[in-house]
């Protein structure tokens, strides 16, 4: 079959395939058509693609093709050159566009939609909003410096020190967690809210602190977040603007498929900021999360604050754009075609295949049947969700006690212990559990004091094992008796060695996950 890579219209800066992944489109068995000049905006000449293995031809001949792959929706002029049963590859946004999907079935053309795939775990390689978004992040926070006005770090100098920016991201997404983590290797103080629970975590790992929402969250069943009640609105939106009095920075990325993106920042919040400080507006292209956002401009409001709206940050970095988008279609291919014979076999039997299909031999498929991501138990009646609570709670109380009967039984049993130890041994040699007691004590006391940074969990309590055989060892050096010296000294070696080991494997360890 043959595969076929139109020039985007003007707004669009991506090409749907990169000389990179023609090459993978060929090793599949395809042949690729690539129109002259798709590549030019995001750096890829006619040449690359031909050296790569694809034909360079006119426009006709590559819309006429068995499969079309495209990085955006296409035009009724565009449809009008695709021959009946022919496939078709995009961002499509059925959910706003029931006239293109339409269009699509009277032709009895295959649409796959790369922009509705589904947020499980085999499906992440292609998921286009996914790579998309997390190059959308990072330019959010490029675009935010260049209209700051000053440095994300703090800075002390000889002529005085000021301190590093504020920056508050609403929405933890993808977008959001890479917004988040380059303004946070910036120097910058960072701040992140999102409406769901489970990302907590995500965001403090990322170095930022974790703001919670006042109202109450629900835990997403398919990776994306739920509009909120208008109560739960009002009490965040609160909250939103009392963040960004307080931020230099705001960056929003709140969006709900096929709906016009929520405010999350009226005219008031915005009014209450400080003058110099700058919103990016991450979802402009669907309204905008502000009351004053201009979709694909940037405004300024009389009080200073600069509001950027641009509608396609991901495009402004149009050769990664371009490379992530072909490998997400080159991934949608492998899975569609087992064979690598170059023929596409479409299993609607396959969940993420079947999610993605909005047309096919003529009948609508969209919407897909849902698709549930999470382990979140099905919601039952108030009072048996009470009732299991607390017999959970009941439960978990009654573990706590068993707990603590434990370890006091454990306590009183190595009471017992020591005390017969302390009978049977000779007077002369009593003095020796004094010298055991005081080394784990100040063995686990100096290690203990050793930064986080410096060792994992459990690299700390080898460390603190060898640190109590280092003073304990140390004490004994001296003794008059020379195999105890000897085995003393033996000791303080070993128990060295394993320290200074230890550190050194988990510097190794923390230096992997090191940025350069």
Known sequence: MRIGVPCEPADQPRAAASPQTVERMIRLGYEVLVERGAGARAQFPDEAYETAGAQVAGGAQVWGSDVVVSASAPGEEHLALMSRGAVLICRLDPARRPDLLEQLRERGITCLALDV??????????????????????????????????????????????????????????????????????????????????????????????????????????????????????AANALYAQQAAESDVVITTASIPGRRAPVLLDRSAIEAMRPGSVIIDMAAATGGNTELTVPGEVVSTEGGVTIVGHTDLAGMLPAQASQLYGRNIVNLLGLITPAKDGELALDLDDEVVRAITVTHDGELLWPPPPIQVSATPAPGRPEQAAAEDAAAQEAARAAQARSRSRQWLGLAAASLVAAALVLVTPSAATSHYIVLMLSVILGFHVISNVTPALHTPLMSVTNAISGIILVGAISQVGHPHPLISAISLAAVVLATINIVGGFAVTHRMLAMFTKD
């Not at 508050?168 to 103080?189: D, E, F, H, K």
């Not at 992140?192 to 930022?208: F, L, T, Y």
């Open 117 to 234: 795939v589904p947020r499980i775990s085999r499906a992440q390689s292609l998921d286009v909003l996914s790579s998309q978004a997390n190059l959308a992040g990072y330019r959010a926070v490029i675009e935010a410096a260049a209209h700051l006005g000053r440095l994300f770090s703090g800075q002390v100098t000889a002529a005085g020190k000021f301190p590093p920016a504020t920056v508050y991201v609403i929405g933890a997404g993808v977008a959001g967690l890479s917004a988040i983590g380059t303004a946070y290797s910036l120097g910058a103080q960072v701040r992140g809210s999102d409406v769901r629970p489970e990302v907590a975590d995500q965001v403090r790992s990322m170095g930022a602190q974790f703001v919670p929402l006042p109202s109450a969250q629900e835990v997403s069943s398919d990776g994306y977040a739920k509009e909120m009640s208008a109560d739960q609105a009002s």
